[in-house]
């Protein structure tokens, strides 16, 4: 059964930091891709960052240099580290996995839209001056 359970949302400060988890059955944590979405209510989701099983990583301009993404392979436990945090990083958080890689412009590379395999019920993240 595959199974995604966030946890570590909150209510921050401008420029505090939070550090989500995403607790992950042994299968989803397989995946060939990982990821965080976010959403803010009206608004289509948004991809903030992504990790492949090899440890790439790779992340929104909106983020970089802010958020970081990582695997805990004996935990099987997705993270996503978000320092300085800004008002408009409010949002809904979800982890999700992909089973496999697309193959782009001959690059294997994780799904491009957001019509990912498995998703969590997403944690809150609200940011406040």
């Known amino acids: 059964q595959v199974q995604l359970v966030e946890s570590g949302g909150g209510s921050v400060q401008t420029g505090g930091s939070l550090r989500l988890s995403c607790a992950a059955s042994r299968s989803a944590y397989s995946s060939a891709c990982m990821a965080w979405f976010r959403q803010v209510p009206g608004k289509e989701r948004e991809r903030v960052a992504t990790i492949k099983n090899d440890g790439t990583t790779n992340y929104a301009d909106s983020v970089k240099g802010r958020f970081t993404i990582s695997k805990d392979n004996v935990a099987t436990t997705l993270y996503l580290q978000m320092n300085n945090l800004k008002i408009e990083d409010t949002a809904m958080y979800y982890c999700?996995?992909?089973?496999?890689?697309?193959?782009?412009?001959?690059?294997?590379?994780?799904?491009?839209?957001?019509?990912?395999?498995?998703w969590g019920q997403g944690t809150q993240v609200t940011v406040s001056s």
């Open positions: 999700a996995a992909e089973a496999h890689m697309w193959l782009i412009n001959n690059v294997y590379t994780c799904r491009p839209n957001v019509e990912w395999d498995y």
